[in-house]
């Protein structure tokens, strides 16, 4: 099992930053890929970044240039840095862990941008 904690969520004004984070813990191979999703209310969730433990990563289209996935291996976290945020990135965002065929999920962490 792996456990994902999420932070960093919170209320920013239309053009701000935030950065997320999450740790991982529990039993974590090497290997593994790391990501975010989120969900807007009323709406499905959908896919936001991921990075794989050497580094590659992929983004939604729509998120490329303001949106910046990082992890630090030494320390099983993943980070989201979000910057010129719009009213239309409010969602939860939630932290994902892939590993030898199972998904594991954190609790989200609320983002909400006032216009």
Known sequence: QVQLVESGGGLVEAGGSLRLSCAASGNIFYGNTMGWYRQAPGKQREFVATITTGGSTSYADSLKGRFT???????????????SLKPEDTAVYFCTERQGGQEFWGQGTQVTVSS
Not at 72 to 79: E, I, K, L, P, S
């Open 69 to 83: 996935i990082s992890r630090d291996n030494t320390r099983n976290r993943v980070h989201l840095q979000m910057s």
